[in-house]
């Protein structure tokens, strides 16, 4: 599940859709928390009374671009010249050292789930 950014705070959208700034990772029930590298969480009230949280990365895709200078990441054209834009170039698995990425100029990483986002600003 993917999630959009508005001024309300999120609403649920297609994953990959342009739109579509962060994905669900993870659902936290019982109190459990997060993983600890997850870029935002988001908890919701049950019917129940009980709370839940969305665990949320933001949306890498690669050959896409993200703004990401403001509060929450913002799916952006490629051709913007938005002060934060980076272009996703590829995600590399399994590993926490940003020099695996083998183009881009920055990455970003994610120790505990081990994948890094490789970007070029």
């Not at 928390?33 to 049950?46: E, K, N, Y």
């Not at 019917?47 to 990365?57: N, V, Y």
């Not at 934060?84 to 183009?103: F, H, L, Y």
């Amino acid at each position: 599940m993917a999630v959009a950014a508005s001024g309300s705070g999120l609403e649920k959208t297609s994953c990959g859709s342009g739109t579509s700034a962060y994905t669900v990772t993870h659902l936290a029930t019982d109190g459990a928390p997060c993983p600890s590298d997850v870029d935002r969480s988001h908890q919701r009230a049950l019917p129940d009374g009980e709370h839940d949280a969305l665990c949320l990365d933001i949306a890498w895709v690669p050959g896409t671009c993200m703004d990401l200078s403001g509060d929450m990441a913002t799916p952006v054209d490629c051709t913007s010249a938005a002060p934060g834009r980076v272009r996703v170039v590829e995600i590399k698995r399994n590993t926490t050292d940003v020099n695996a990425c083998s183009a881009g100029d920055q990455g970003f990483v994610y120790d505990e789930r081990r994948y890094v986002v490789c970007v070029a600003s």
